[in-house]
């Protein structure tokens, strides 16, 4: 299937988000080569900069293969802002749908058109603390295990550095590099032709998210922690954390109730006499 042209829109945005990419970040991609050439595919990319979808999107138009990222659909009717998003191809999702697939039915059509629908597995910019990619959601397994279409693990660094996580203010200077190692794609065909079940996504998944964490590894030099931060888990302990202040609070006030008791008998008694 022959690859979608460009197109006014996409070149348009190049040239205005290209020049300040250039002068601020840098540049280290490596694993071009793994971006197919024709069909439909995803990137699988982890998410640690509210400026890493533009730098990301610079890599890729680079190899000529532009990607259509998923967007909330309220984004699409905003003036400027939504012509632009419908004329580069991008994708709302439409968060309302009660129905997991068809809130991806979009990037599906797109897939099966030849196109490169570009995910971020995490659904936000992680919060592990030291940057390691999060778990992941399982939108990019539906899709893949709907089309067969190649997934390939892209890992980036260096937009974080720029800008970290929920920061108000870049950090301009010294001048940060932007790192980019793409993958060969996810060998996902042990999940193929089986009933779509909430284990089978999320096992294929997790096997998703192991490959962008090794490639991110290799771009940093140094091993990520065995078990990927889980925001859920994160949730539950920390109100595990609270229950128990909270028990040991009520505890300590019931043991000082008890403890001043005695001392107040002590002293009506003695006003008695």
Same mark, same amino acid.
């Given at each position: 299937?022959?690859?979608?042209?460009?197109?006014?829109?996409?070149?348009?945005?190049? !040239?205005?988000?290209k020049?300040?990419?250039?002068?601020?970040?840098?540049?280290?991609?490596?694993?071009?080569?793994?971006?197919?050439?024709?069909g439909?595919?995803?990137?699988?990319?982890?998410?640690?900069?509210?400026?890493?979808?533009?730098?990301?999107?610079?890599?890729?138009?680079?190899?000529?293969?532009?990607?259509?990222?998923?967007?909330?659909?309220?984004?699409?009717?905003?003036g400027?802002?939504?012509?632009?998003?419908?004329?580069?191809?991008?994708?709302?999702?439409y968060?309302?749908?009660?129905d997991?697939?068809?809130?991806?039915?979009?990037?599906?059509?797109?897939? /099966?058109?030849?196109?490169?629908?570009?995910?971020?597995?995490?659904?936000t910019?992680?919060? /592990?603390?030291?940057?390691?990619?999060?778990?992941?959601?399982?939108?990019a397994?539906?899709?893949?295990?709907?089309?067969?279409?190649p997934v390939?693990?892209?890992?980036?660094?260096?937009?974080?550095?720029?800008?970290?996580p929920?920061?108000?203010?870049?950090?301009?200077?010294?001048?940060?590099?932007?790192?980019?190692?793409?993958?060969?794609?996810? /060998?996902?065909?042990?999940?193929? /032709?089986?009933?779509?079940?909430?284990?089978?996504?999320?096992?294929?998944?997790? !096997?998703?998210?192991?490959?962008?964490?090794?490639?991110?590894?290799?771009?940093?030099?140094?091993?990520?922690?065995?078990?990927?931060?889980?925001?859920?888990?994160?949730?539950?302990?920390?109100?595990r954390?609270?229950?128990?202040?909270?028990q040991?609070?009520?505890?300590?006030?019931?043991?000082?109730?008890?403890s001043?008791?005695?001392?107040?008998?002590?002293?009506?008694e003695?006003?008695?006499k």
């Open positions: 299937m022959p690859r979608r042209r460009i197109g006014f829109w996409y070149r348009f945005a190049a !040239v205005i988000c020049p300040p990419l250039v002068v601020l970040l840098r540049r280290d991609w490596r694993g071009m080569e793994h971006i197919p050439a024709e439909g595919f995803i990137t699988a990319v982890n998410h640690n900069s509210h400026i890493d979808p533009f730098a990301y999107a610079h890599f890729q138009y680079n190899t000529g293969r532009v990607p259509r990222f998923l967007a909330k659909s309220g984004l699409f009717n905003k400027f802002v939504g012509a632009a998003m419908r004329g580069t191809g991008q994708i709302p999702v968060r309302e749908s009660t997991a697939l068809s809130a991806f039915r979009a990037a599906i059509e797109a897939v /099966d058109r030849g196109e490169c629908v570009a995910f971020y597995p995490e659904g910019l992680t919060r /592990d603390p030291a940057g390691w990619p999060m778990t992941g959601k399982t939108g397994a539906r899709v893949a295990l709907q089309t067969k279409c390939i693990p892209v890992a980036q660094w260096g937009c974080n550095e720029l800008l970290p929920y920061a108000k203010k870049p950090h301009l200077l010294p001048r940060k590099t932007h790192r980019v190692l793409a993958g060969p794609p996810v /060998d996902l065909t042990r999940f193929y /032709d089986r009933e779509m079940t909430t284990e089978l996504l999320k096992e294929a998944t997790e !096997v998703i998210m192991a490959a962008i964490t090794r490639q991110l590894e290799e771009i940093r030099g140094e091993k990520a922690p065995e078990m990927p931060y889980d925001p859920r888990r994160e949730r539950i302990e920390q109100r954390r609270t229950q128990a202040q909270t040991r609070g009520t505890q300590q006030s019931a043991s000082q109730v008890q001043a008791q005695p001392a107040q008998s002590a002293q009506e003695g006003l008695g």
